[in-house]
């Protein structure tokens, strides 16, 4: 069982789940079937979605990959939470218009920390 990945999980479908709902609502509001029709607050939608597609499986898999290798369980609660806050955070800049910019920058930023750190737990683990 992987019970720190299998909630990390959980928790990031629902986001991209959210994330996928808002693309698709502002495309059938606007009726633009393929791209983003020079709509800045679509691309913004479609980029947030993406970005959550391409990090999310990355994270998921280092975490688990440490999990199932026997990292520290209070390491891998830590850094699976300031990715799973990260995401969030940078998910709620995309998904709500008119929110900071900020949002965008820390999400990203916690994010990056955290493959670090899951980067650097396996290596540990690897050579320990």
């Known amino acids: 069982m992987l019970p720190i990945t299998s909630l990390a999980a959980v928790v990031l479908a629902c986001l991209h789940l959210v994330l996928t709902v808002r693309v698709i609502t502002i495309r059938r509001r606007d009726g633009v079937v393929l791209g983003d029709n020079d709509d800045r607050i679509l691309t913004k939608a479609i980029r947030g979605q993406a970005n959550a597609s391409e990090q999310i ?12 290798q026997g990292a520290p369980f209070p390491l891998l609660c830590t850094v699976a939470a300031v990715f799973v806050f990260g995401r969030v955070t940078h998910g709620l800049y995309f998904a709500v218009h008119g929110l900071s910019w900020r949002l965008r920058f820390y999400g990203m930023l916690m994010t990056l920390a955290a493959q670090v750190g899951l980067i650097g737990a396996l290596l540990f683990t690897l050579l320990s």
Request: hydrophobic residues 65%.
């Open 57 to 68: 499986p990355l994270g998921l898999i280092m975490l688990a990959i440490n999990e199932l």
